[in-house]
């Protein structure tokens, strides 16, 4: 469509492999994985032996190259576009911070009877859908390890789809194991208000990853969004997020730093508070639609004056 009708692309994920390999294997673009794989990175990944060539290659030059612009939602992708092809490129892209409709809670009690979980209760939450990359089994062990699991007011849940793969039997075994599962909760799929009403009672989230795609979670801005105090890690996009609005840790952390992060947002409830409301005003003021919706018309008249001028010349 780009060849055809150029324009503005607002690239989301910087690695676009996945899509184009389904694409390609579901016959819906027969050969697209190859084309755009010889198109982006040259023959260089056609001699690669035992190695993921979705995972490790972007695929994703032709669509930046026919972009009349391109707009990201962080500095990371700018980054990775000058690692994969060069320091001059990406020079002109913007970056607009990935917006979010301004949250507002009502009734927690309410919301929590409903969900059956206790008015007392802290409930430490991690969002979206479950896999290896997002270190679900990390934060089971660190849960189950701290002095957190022996509190009856302590809930650990996992809101969004279940891993279907021996990773996920690993991490509901390893919970069903435990003397503390009645208050590990696995949600699977929820509709969009049963997320919310999660969102709504979650005092502390978790939002963890190992291997960036160049994007930008937007499970970690729901739970800023809803004034969440997060705890996250150093990984890709979430490393720019502001010290003061989440509970960093480095991107390779060890166990009992995530241990130590947990017991401190349960046990300082200053603290926690600090985050949460430093969390729920940047969101407010950086990734507001209002705020956003500026920004992309600036940027799509600047790339459309560009054009016009090329035009002219």
């Known amino acids: 469509m780009l060849i055809d009708v150029p324009g503005t692309v607002v690239l989301h994920d910087f690695y676009l492999s996945g899509a184009i390999n389904y694409m390609d ?22 001699i690669q032996d035992n190695i993921d060539l979705v995972r490790e290659y972007p695929c994703n030059r032709k669509v930046l190259d026919y972009a009349n612009g391109v707009i990201v939602h962080s500095e990371n992708s700018i980054k990775l576009a000058k690692e994969w092809y060069g320091k001059t490129y990406a020079n002109d892209w913007k970056v ?15 919301i929590r009877q409903r969900l059956n979980i206790p008015n007392n209760a802290v409930v430490i939450a991690s969002f979206g859908i479950m896999y290896q990359t997002k270190l679900n089994l990390e934060l089971i062990k660190a849960w189950l390890d701290s002095s957190l699991s022996a509190d009856e007011n302590c809930y650990l849940i996992f809101v ?39 969102l709504s009672i979650t005092d502390i989230g978790v939002q963890l990853r190992s291997i960036s795609r160049g994007e930008t979670s937007a499970a970690v801005l729901d739970c800023m969004n809803y004034g969440i105090a997060t705890i996250v890690n150093a990984n890709g996009s979430m490393s720019e997020l502001p010290q003061d609005s989440v509970y960093m840790l480095e991107d390779e952390f060890r166990l009992k730093d995530l241990i ?35 920004q992309y018309v600036e940027a799509i008249e600047a790339y459309n004056k560009k054009i016009t001028i090329k035009k002219k010349a």
């Open 25 to 46: 294997a579901t016959g819906y673009d027969n050969f697209s994985f190859e084309d755009e794989l010889f198109y982006s990175h040259g023959n260089d990944p056609f």
């Open 96 to 110: 607009i911070p990935l917006l979010r409709k301004i949250a507002t809670v009502n009734n927690k009690d309410v």
């Open 160 to 198: 969004g789809g279940k891993d279907r793969s021996g990773y996920g039997y690993a991490l509901e075994q390893l919970v069903k194991s435990s003397e503390y599962s009645s208050r590990v909760i696995f949600t699977d799929w929820t509709d969009e208000q049963t997320f919310k009403d999660y």
């Open 260 to 294: 130590t992060a947990l017991e401190s947002l349960v046990n300082d409830e200053s603290k926690r508070k600090k985050i949460s409301s430093k969390a729920a005003l940047t969101v407010k003021k950086k990734h507001s639609p209002e705020i956003c919706a500026l």
